[in-house]
Each structure stands twice: as structure tokens, then as C-alpha cells.
């Protein structure tokens, strides 16, 4: 574990390095301990891939070198807590193809595999959330078949609908909103990935995993 | 009351001081560019320090009060109002704010704060999240705006002690403490001076310079970036991440703006230059604390200020 500054309000806890998974569940045993019993003058606190991001206001942390060391200590206090922290695993129900994904024939081109191929791998899949960043409740995830990897499009779509599901690269991913985008779009889910009404307001949180489940057009309509 | 926006100039949004908290979902801070001209502002009418306020950008808006009351503008100076003073307006008074004479963003305060809903705990405008403020969007010709219904005055004749306020310049030399890519870059970053481009938005105050060309190879792992951080995407051209910046970014980190001198790059608009100067982490963090201990006094020698 290593303790870096990140600027002066900020500093970032490394508990493993680059995308190391089993470093996901220790970051976020540390983020709900942090919640759970706050440390003064922390203000925010972000797991995302090997790392936990603790955010501060200088003018009541004590000192900084305090900070570090209470941090440390309870970074080592949540890991040792880490058997009694439960995986949760979130459904995401995806209508493939058709209009809700326009790119999923260029996929299976793309990649020399049928419609049906490419859309059985994507669902069949286990997918872990590394984080949640880049906009509000989308969540970077690893995990999609190597098979289906899939260049971003030439050209970006100027507006992509909420809940698309693409594939750019080795990536896929869910937009929580209404944006710009250069994935190809496979599909598209009911659910919303973020709604400032609910509490956390993101669908996903880092240590999530995540399973996509195909459904009918008739299903999408019925959502609730 | 309400203050009825004639024609909103711009980029005239409604700030506080952000969203905290929230960033684990992904949320970025937004808020005032310049987050020392809001707290003054707010204090200068008797507000609490984060109260909704009205950033102006570059070109201001021409308002119209329905009731007195008192407002103060605080920063960039956009002519109409003498800066760093409560002001009284009158029923039915309108003020029309012009260009920036100096700086790129003001803040206007109103007694009593603007009234919006809270969106995850801020009143801050998320343009590109379209999230809280004013409908998650900039202001338009014809919005009306309210404001709580109060009568307040300042008394007496005092001006704020000018120390407190940031030394702005259209040439600054901004303070950085080193971001964890400092070591492939050399050097090369404190040695020339960058130009702001047009494309600084909300997001990112975006230089041009010498390019700064990254020893280490290869993609890194997407890590947390700040209000601050300045990035170095291929291109080589560095740039200051600011307000509502993402919470993820995926460019090396070469170095972080301390916090008591990002109002100065906030003030800065296309054609200025700046350049940086590093300093230890101590030493940023010893500023920042003396930046408090003075907003803190200012805001204990305003408290009389008010009837």
C-alpha cells in the first residue's frame, strides 16, 4: 500500500497496481468503512480500479502527515474486515439489436461471427466494475470477450439515447445519458444508470459485477 | 423577488461552491471557476460563503430586480458595479453588465442567495452533466430568476482589506506541486511561457506552448483527476483541468495548480499567458491555511456589516 499526494486537497491510497481485481473489494471495504465512521475533514472519498481516492479540506484534517497515518490504519483495519464484505452482482436486462442497436450487425462483421454469436458472448460474460467515472454513473467495465473487441467507429454518433450499450475497443459499457459517443451500439437497457433522486444516485458503484441479460422488445416496452 | 434576465450574455450560470461528495458515482465538483470571488461575493452581502450565485463569463447579462436589494460582484470586472462592495439596488432597478474589462468570470451575489433547487446537495450548474442550477443549463434571454424576499443594508463606509484578494494577472506565474507523470516530463513545463487557447471552457483551461514530450511509453490505468491537474494529452500541449472537469482521466499528470492559485487561472482568457513555478506540498498547504485564516477574519469583521 502506498499513500500519494493527488494536488493539495487530495491523495490517492494504492492498493495494488494497474487493473488488479483483487484490489476492487479491498478498495471499497475501505471507502464504506470511511463512510461509515469519518475521518474529519475528509470530504469525499472515490475506489476506482487498484486505488482509493480520499479528498480533504487542509483546514481541518489536522495535519497532513496525521491524515496519512489514520488512513493507513484504517486502510489496513478495513482489509483484515475484507471476509465479511459481500460481491454484489447487478443485472442489466439489454434489447439487443434492432433500432436499440444499429451497430450490431457491423459487430458480427466485423468480428466473423453471427448476430446471435456476438450477443450470447456479450450476456455470457461476468463483468467487473473497475470504476465509475468519465460521466456521472458510467462505470468502466473489464471483462468483455476478447472475441467481440471492437474498434470505436470512424466517425462518433453527435447524440447516442440513455441506456445504450456499446463496445469501443476492449471496452463495453452502458451511457447513463444522453451524449456524443464512438462506441458501437449493440443494444440498449430500460434501467437508469443514474438518477440524482436515488441514493447512491449511480446504478453501479467499483466492485460491482455485473451480468447482462438478453430480453425482448416486448420486455423493453414493459419496463417499469 | 425575482430577477427577470433581459439578456443572459455568455455563459451566465448559477454557482456555489460544487457537488462534494459524490464523486464515487462519478459526479464532478462544478461550481464557481473562481471559488474565492464567490466566497467574497456571498460575504460582502451578508450570505454564508456558499451561496448560489451568478457566474458571468467573458460578455455579461443585463438584469432587472423586482424588489430591492443588495448584490455584490466580485472578481472579473464587468463594468456596471464597482467590484468588491455590496451595492444597493432598487425596486425595479436594472444593471447591464458589459465585456470582462479585466479577468474572464465574476461572481454576482445576491442577499439571500439564489433560490434553485438543491440537485445531490449543490445549487452548482453541471453544464456538461446538464445537472442542477438552473435546469442543468446556462441562462437564457427571458429566465426569471428568484431570490429570497430580504431586506438588508450594509452600514456605515468600509472597503475589504485588497490582500485577501487573489493576485490576478494576465501573465500570472501559477504555483503547481508535482502530479504522479512529473518525472517523464523533465523540466520543460517551468521553463516557457503557455498561451490560453479559445478552447478553455468549464472543463479545462487548455495552453499552448512548447510541446512537452513524456519519456514513458505506453497507456496508463485511468486514475482520479482534480480541479488542478494539469494533463498532458499526445499532443503535448498541457491542460489545467478546472470546475467541471471529469472525476476519471486517462492523460499523464505532470503537475497540480495548488489550490490558492486556481482562481488565477480561472481569470485567465484567450491570449494570456502563464507559466508555472513548482513548490512542496507543505508549502501549498501552508498557503491554503493562510488563505482561510484571512477569508475566515473577513468574514468575522463582515458580520457587523449588516443590518
Not at chain 1, 486537497?9 to 497496481?17: F, Q, R, T, W
Not at chain 1, 458503484?205 to 423493453?220: C, L, P, W
Not at chain 2, 485567465?268 to 508549502?283: I, K, N
Request: hydrophobic letters at 45%; one cysteine or more.
Amino acid at each position: 500500500m502506498t499513500l500519494s499526494p493527488l494536488g493539495d486537497s487530495a491523495l490517492v491510497i494504492a492498493l495494488g497496481s494497474g487493473l488488479d481485481p483483487s484490489a476492487l473489494p479491498r478498495g471499497r471495504a475501505l471507502a464504506a468503512a470511511l463512510a461509515h465512521d469519518p475521518i474529519a475533514g475528509v470530504v469525499d472519498v472515490v475506489p476506482a480500479f487498484a486505488t482509493v481516492t480520499v479528498f480533504y479540506d487542509i483546514a481541518h484534517i489536522g495535519t497532513y502527515a496525521q491524515l496519512c497515518a489514520e488512513l493507513e490504519t484504517r486502510a489496513q483495519r478495513a482489509d483484515a474486515a475484507l471476509l465479511s464484505v459481500a460481491t454484489r452482482t447487478v443485472e442489466i436486462p439489454v434489447c439487443y439489436g434492432g433500432d436499440f442497436g444499429p451497430d450490431l450487425a457491423e459487430v458480427a462483421a466485423r468480428t466473423a461471427l453471427t448476430v446471435a454469436e456476438v450477443v450470447a458472448l456479450h450476456y455470457g460474460a461476468d463483468y467487473l466494475v473497475h470504476a465509475i467515472g468519465f460521466a456521472p454513473g458510467f462505470a468502466y467495465l473489464g471483462g468483455l470477450p476478447e472475441k467481440i473487441h471492437t474498434p470505436r467507429r470512424s466517425t462518433p454518433r453527435t447524440s447516442v439515447p440513455a441506456g445504450s450499450v456499446g463496445i469501443g475497443g476492449a471496452q463495453t459499457g452502458v451511457y447513463p445519458r444522453v451524449t456524443p459517443g464512438g462506441w458501437n451500439l449493440i443494444g440498449r437497457t430500460p434501467l437508469k444508470l443514474f438518477d440524482p433522486a436515488n441514493t447512491p444516485p449511480a446504478l453501479l458503484g467499483a466492485a460491482d459485477r455485473v451480468k447482462f441479460r438478453a430480453i425482448t422488445a416486448e420486455e423493453f416496452a414493459a419496463w417499469k | 423577488m425575482e430577477i427577470k434576465i433581459h439578456r443572459a450574455g455568455l455563459l451566465t450560470t448559477v454557482q456555489d461552491l460544487g457537488r462534494t461528495g459524490h464523486r464515487a458515482a462519478g459526479v464532478p465538483l462544478a461550481g464557481a471557476m473562481d471559488p474565492v470571488a464567490l466566497r467574497i461575493a456571498n460575504l460582502l452581502v451578508g450570505n454564508a460563503e456558499n451561496a448560489a450565485a451568478l457566474e458571468l463569463t467573458l460578455l455579461g447579462p443585463e438584469l432587472e430586480f423586482s424588489a430591492a436589494t443588495l448584490v455584490a460582484i466580485a472578481g472579473g470586472d464587468f463594468g456596471a458595479l464597482p467590484l468588491w462592495q455590496p451595492v444597493r439596488v432598487r425596486a425595479g432597478g436594472r444593471i447591464k453588465f458589459g465585456a470582462a474589462r479585466t479577468g474572464c468570470r465574476a461572481c454576482l451575489a445576491v442577499a439571500g442567495g439564489l433560490e434553485v433547487a438543491p440537485v445531490l446537495g449543490s445549487r452548482s450548474t453541471d453544464l456538461r452533466a446538464t445537472l442542477g442550477g438552473w435546469d442543468g443549463r446556462a441562462l437564457r434571454d427571458g429566465d426569471t430568476l428568484r431570490a429570497p424576499d430580504l431586506v438588508r443594508e450594509s452600514i456605515g463606509h468600509w472597503h475589504i482589506d485588497e490582500r485577501v484578494l487573489p493576485a490576478y494577472s494576465r501573465a500570472p506565474t501559477v504555483r503547481v506541486v508535482r502530479g504522479a507523470q512529473a518525472g517523464e516530463f523533465g523540466d520543460e513545463i517551468f521553463a516557457s511561457a503557455f498561451k490560453v487557447t479559445p478552447q478553455s471552457d468549464r472543463m479545462g483551461v487548455r495552453l499552448a506552448g512548447p510541446v512537452l514530450g513524456r519519456a514513458g511509453a505506453g497507456d496508463l490505468v485511468s486514475s482520479t483527476v482534480v480541479p488542478g491537474t494539469v494533463q498532458v494529452p499526445p499532443d503535448g500541449q498541457p491542460i489545467v483541468l478546472m470546475a467541471d472537469a471529469q472525476t476519471i482521466g486517462g492523460y499523464p499528470k505532470i503537475a497540480h495548480v495548488i489550490t490558492v492559485d486556481l482562481p488565477l487561472v480561472a481569470q485567465l482568457r484567450p491570449g494570456d499567458t502563464l507559466r508555472f513555478r513548482p513548490v512542496m506540498l507543505a508549502e501549498a498547504h501552508e498557503l491554503a491555511l493562510a488563505r482561510e485564516r484571512a477569508l475566515a477574519i473577513l468574514h468575522e469583521g463582515l458580520v457587523q456589516k449588516f443590518r
